[in-house]
T-cell receptor, first 109, second 116 residues
Framework: GENVEQHPSTLSVQEGDSAVIKCTYS??????FPWYKQELGKRPQLIID?????GEKKDQRIAVTLNKTAKHFSLHITETQPEDSAVYFC????????FGSGTKLNVKP | GAVVSQHPSRVICKSGTSVKIECRSL??????MFWYRQFPKQSLMLMAT?????????EQGVEKDKFLINHASLTLSTLTVTSAHPEDSSFYIC????????????FGPGTRLTVT
């Protein structure tokens, strides 16, 4: 089955700096790669996604890049704000969803 | 759009009893629903994939007789934890993928189960 690895497990940045979270996957059949933000005790919220026919997607301060050859994809958050602090999960979907282990992002004001 | 509800949000039950959790897609039809379990400070662990009108597909290590899943309609899936034990205490989250959609999933708010 699919194996998704996510790094780093924790990330601390100063407000206004950029944050990058990286994931790798193993199954070449995966063709959908969402990123979720989860605040404590709440449901994961989809923040951005990318499909395998696209290399990059941007939505305001958030961007995702995908390298199918290398089987890795990354989340980029620019101009970070304290409200960006949360746990972020990547996922890959061949037929069902496989999640990364999560990254706890702390944005210091 | 794409709202998923889950009920109850919290439940406390005694060891040995059964608990049913409902997952509903409120404004779309979901051919596929997923059930996850999440322990504190950990990732989501897929328990099973539920397809409307057919038997659920369970992940390796998940007891199908303990975690009964019924996907009765295109908007409702239920998870029943049978003969619950304290080690079943966890955060259970469902998600639903819209029929004819582009493979995305939308999560319910989760159910915090505590078995005493």
């Amino acid at each position: 089955g699919e194996n998704v690895e996510q790094h780093p497990s924790t990330l601390s940045v100063q407000e206004g700096d950029s944050a990058v979270i990286k994931c790798t996957y193993s199954d070449s059949a995966s063709n959908y790669f969402p990123w979720y933000k989860q605040e404590l005790g709440k449901r994961p919220q989809l923040i951005i996604d990318i499909r395998s026919n696209v290399g990059e997607k941007k939505d305001q301060r958030i961007a995702v890049t995908l390298n199918k050859t290398a089987k890795h994809f990354s989340l980029h958050i620019t101009e970070t704000q304290p409200e960006d602090s949360a746990v972020y999960f990547c996922a890959a979907r061949p037929n069902k969803f496989y999640f990364g282990s999560g990254t706890k992002l702390n944005v210091k004001p | 759009g794409a709202v998923v509800s889950q009920h109850p949000s919290r439940v406390i039950c005694k060891s040995g009893t059964s608990v049913k959790i409902e997952c509903r897609s409120l404004d779309f039809q979901a051919t596929t629903m997923f059930w996850y379990r999440q322990f504190p400070k950990q990732s989501l662990m897929l328990m099973a994939t539920s397809n409307e009108g057919s038997k659920a597909t369970y992940e390796q290590g998940v007891e199908k007789d303990k975690f009964l899943i019924n996907h009765a309609s295109l908007t409702l899936s239920t998870l029943t934890v049978t003969s619950a034990h304290p080690e079943d205490s966890s955060f259970y989250i469902c998600s639903a993928s819209p029929a004819g959609g582009l493979r995305e999933q939308y999560f319910g708010p989760g159910t915090r189960l505590t078995v005493t």
